[in-house]
């Protein structure tokens, strides 16, 4: 029989994360303070984050040793296991060899205990009592607030209000590991009673979530802010996944040609593919292909521009060199597929602009069409998020077909789909439509980058 399934033991696990930072071609462009435009020190930073989580956002060291206390709790689900897609392979007739990783079987169903649990825990040691973060659908609010109760912390999390209205049940998951949820816009900040003064209705978004996250984080001693995606210390902690990958590719003897993972800010696809992309910089595996894959309806790295933006809507984050459709940016509430954070991760977005890296865009609906093969053949209802990557692995693998070759894809299953079954009622009733940002609504959004923070860039 075919061996499918390779699980690493809990000993191998990799012992350090991997910071792609030394290995960049270049510099990063620094982030610049919000009200000077001059590069931030620590010290502006340090009125929301704990000094460890900080030196990991400027470090330079290659390796960064995980603490004992994160892995215990990583041990909850990680290993994660790497699976070879026999069945969609063979649905799509495709000499390619599809392989994944199977992140949906962490706590809160994704990859992003892999991050909340060192920020719980770092956050913990340097004395902090709690935790204020944002969340669009609710992943990454259930995922800090795993971390938050496991290591004694207060969890406040900001919802966007049209997923807080939309969902109730992630609210409720939340609320079962001791968090208190908000929707925002709120009128418990100034970010959210401004956004509500000027429209009562707003559906909120995550840069409007993540202003009033930070003001409140800002006002208290014993609060931080917590961000579950974007920053370099948030994309180090991911690559534990590629890492992993690594030894188990190596296991079922196979060597990627093509990396594939969806985009929102950028954390999964980093944690996938930077331990792949050092060898693909150091030269020994050049022709690796890496792809970012993302919705046609925010199409932040393949429509957006490269400039300095605020990672927020009120202004109140450094400004970060990025892929953006401008803060200003509200994504469509009828999109069903997530991934609509209006900025990029800078390092993705400077790997982009390297040609290390390319980038895909797909329509909702070709991506649900893509997420029910995968359920049908491979038994896994992926989330919404994810599918972007299986769209893209599926044609790539068809590409495969015509050509006669017999690539080897390895992408990142994000997350599972059960939260969504919301979406998937509504593609399985043919409610789902084409959802494409239309170029004059992106002109009006891309305004929002004042002149002021080009000259920046
Ligand atoms: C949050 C989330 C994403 C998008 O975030 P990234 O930072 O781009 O990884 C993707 N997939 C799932 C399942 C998520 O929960």
Redesign the pocket.
Known sequence: MQRTRFYLDASRMPRSWYNIAPDLPGQLPAPLHPGTKQPVGPEDLMRIFPIELLKQEMATERFIEIPDEVRDLYYVSRPTPLIRAVKLEKYLDTPAKIYFKHEGLNPAG???TNTSIPQAYYNKIAGIKKLVTETGAG??GSALSFACQHFGLECEVYMVKVSYNQKPYRRSFMQLFGAEVIASPSVRTMAGRRVLEENPDSPGSLGIAISEAVELAAQRDDTNYAL???LNHVLLHQTIIGQEAKIQMEMAEADPDIIIA????????SGMSFPFIQDKLSGKKKDLQVIAVEPASCPTLTKGTYAYDFGDEAGLTPLMKMHTLGHKFLPPSIHAG??RYHGMAPMVSYLYEQGVISAEAYDQVKVFDAAALFAKTEGILP?P??SHAIRSVINHALACRESGESKTILFNL??HGFFDLGAYDAYVSKGLKENILPDDELKTYLKSLPEVYSEAS
């Open positions: 994704s990859h992003k992943q990454w579950g995606s974007v969806c985009v929102g800010g950028g954390c999964n696809f997530g991934l989330a998020e994810s994000s997350g």
